[in-house]
């Protein structure tokens, strides 16, 4: 890695996960950088405690790297094993070559944001370069 810049993308898994890796490698392809692909959990994740925060399987990351690798571009994974994903994130970010945040955010109540806080909320507050939030797509309502 490290030609000349970078898109880090924050990777939880799942739906939100795979939006975040397919956006991420669209702007890497369009703009020509390198893809950092971060899954850090924190061991509180790893009980179960935080929510959107999840130890992403051996099979999983098996699966991120063959699409990476059919993209065609440049990349790497990082998996943190209990670390804060805010702070890895961030971490990734202060690179020189860092030049895009791409995070996913669930849908949640007013009180859940109050109560829970939000690590999607704090990095577009604290990251001090562009942040894209992507959301996975809705299925179709099916009409009855």
Known sequence: MGRNS???????????????????????????TDLLVINAVSDNARSGS???????DAE???????????SGVRFEIKQQIGADPSEELLRAMDHPDAELLIIGMRRRTQVGKL???STSQFL???CSKPVLVVKPERAPKVEE
């Not at 880090?8 to 795979?18: D, N």
């Not at 999983?60 to 059919?70: G, K, S």
């Open 6 to 32: 970078m898109i880090v993308v924050g990777y939880a898994g799942g739906s939100h996960g795979r939006s975040c890796l397919e956006q991420g490698i669209a702007e890497a392809a369009v703009r020509d």
């Open 50 to 56: 935080s929510r959107g925060h999840r130890v992403v």
């Open 60 to 70: 999983e990351i098996a699966q991120v790297q063959d699409r990476l690798q059919r």
């Open 115 to 117: 109560l829970l806080g």
């Open 124 to 126: 577009l507050i604290e």
